[in-house]
């Protein structure tokens, strides 16, 4: 009945591949990436990531729009969020955005201040570059 074929991603899975945003850091601007990144501090920009996990922790802070196959978040989103494969919120997840999803799974307590957009398999759009970031290249 319930489909348990597909594992989640871990940040375990991106070992050697994992970047950490440290709780009291600020990093301000885009991130583009391959791998993991773990968001314990506070992130004002965009994360890009053609495949790979996003990680916001309880702590965790990221205004800007999260673009990646694998996201869990239990911490401060100010944005949309785009996973194209998996979303995860936790019991302490807050979301000021539209959230664009494969598959979520939501615990009880998550806040969502947004739309719920639910991506079809075979949308390869969803991790394109937006227009505004295609320019500056």
């Known amino acids: 009945m319930w489909n348990k074929a597909k594992p989640k991603a871990d940040i ?3 070992s050697g591949r994992t970047s950490v945003i ?16 773990q968001v314990d501090g506070r992130l ?11 990680r916001v922790s309880v702590e ?17 989103v100010i944005g949309d969020v785009y996973a194209s494969e998996h979303l995860e919120l936790g019991a302490r997840a807050r979301v000021r955005g ?32 937006p227009a505004s970031l295609e320019a500056d290249q």
């Open 12 to 14: 375990q899975k991106f």
């Open 44 to 54: 004002s920009g965009n994360l890009l990531a053609t495949e790979g996990l996003v």
């Open 22 to 37: 440290a709780a009291g850091a600020e990093l301000i601007g885009d991130m583009r990436f391959q791998g993991a990144v």
């Open 60 to 76: 965790g802070q990221v205004q800007g729009e999260i673009r990646a196959p694998h996201v869990i978040l239990d911490g401060e």
């Open 98 to 129: 539209n959230l664009h999803y494969g598959l979520m799974e939501m615990a009880m307590g998550a806040q969502i201040e947004g739309r719920l957009c639910h991506v079809k398999d075979g949308t390869p759009r969803i991790l394109e570059l």
